[in-house]
């Protein structure tokens, strides 16, 4: 990782750390209670509230991630794209932004393009891209796993390339807490939006069910032939004989998933550029995480604030 990275990373977990559990009790007149005030044994992974319903509450519980149909409309996904262009045009610039290659065109002097660029992250400071993570649908799924102070900790948007043939498109498996080790982590979510349709030929997000109720498990970079992008963990032991499960999705469809779960996607065998959107969100505390909103990581207020 390079300073830059490192720094941000420390800042996050810096932050992040400080939250604790009796920061996230929220309000009672915003429709949600704590969690430990209402199902304690029978659900430690959802918040009550009235938008999920019992079977999806359930779902979640037991496998760790959710998928809702087409929540993101065509024409966001279009805008969304339209500004992912113009950024890997350089025709617009963000001082904060990540732009990363795949690790195995890293090195050639390539023209700007979106066919150069695999993944951003840090968009928050694209009012275009970060209308992604303030739509009214989003938060309100988002909401019933963070609790109504809502912040978004981190965003991508991944681009993911055609193989070159050695595997490098692969996001080999892992868990999202490894990179952002805070807590609580039963209330951070990730949402993962399909910007076009996604099946195993292009690389889906592939889940091992239930895995969220396990612990961080050690992480380092696979010993694969090909190569492997910077900052591409992997979990080293993960049991190969678990249950892997391949999401097609639609455009528009979301993914919500705990941060504990185990996940990844495969190689991109198409010769099309397989995009996705990602935010993680997490709970903001009653007092405010007020350094978090100065920092590039740290984004707050996406839903007003219960006093
Ligand atoms: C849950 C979720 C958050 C999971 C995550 O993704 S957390 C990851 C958080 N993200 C990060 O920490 C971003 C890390 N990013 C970076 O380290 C850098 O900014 C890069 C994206 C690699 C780009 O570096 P930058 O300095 O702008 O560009 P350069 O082209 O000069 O590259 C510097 C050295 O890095 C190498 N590099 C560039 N791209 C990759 C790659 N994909 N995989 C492996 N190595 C790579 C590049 O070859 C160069 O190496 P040297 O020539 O110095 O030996
Ligand atoms: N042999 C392996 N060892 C470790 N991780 C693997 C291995 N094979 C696949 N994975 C990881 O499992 C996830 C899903 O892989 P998947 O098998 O779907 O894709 P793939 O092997 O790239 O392509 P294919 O669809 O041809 O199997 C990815 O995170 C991938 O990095
Ligand atoms: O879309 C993918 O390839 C998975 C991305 C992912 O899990 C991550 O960046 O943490
Ligand atoms: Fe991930
Ligand atoms: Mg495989």
Sequence with gaps: MDARAAARLRTVLGHLGRLEPRDVVAHPTSGTVSPTSFHPQQFQFTLDNSILSLEQRQFYEENGYLVIKNLVSDEDIQRFRDEFGKICRKEVKLDRLV?????????????????????????????????YCTLPQILKYVECFTGPNIMAMHTMLINKPPDTGKKTSRHPLHQDLHYFPCGPSNLIVCAWTAMEHIDRNNGCLVVLPGTH????????YPKWEGGVNKMYHGIQDYDENSARVHLVMEKGDTVFFHPLLIHGSGRNKTQGFRKVGI?????????GCVSCSATPYGYDGLKPKNP
């Excluded at 109720?213 to 380092?220: R, V």
């Design 99 to 131: 732009i990363m290659k795949d690790v195995s065109i890293s090195k050639l002097q390539l023209a700007p393009s979106e066919k150069v660029v695999t993944k951003i992250q840090d968009f928050q400071e694209d009012p275009e891209l970060f209308r």
């Design 213 to 220: 109720k396990g612990s961080l498990k050690p992480h380092d």
């Design 279 to 287: 935010p993680i969100a997490a709970p903001i505390g009653k007092d």
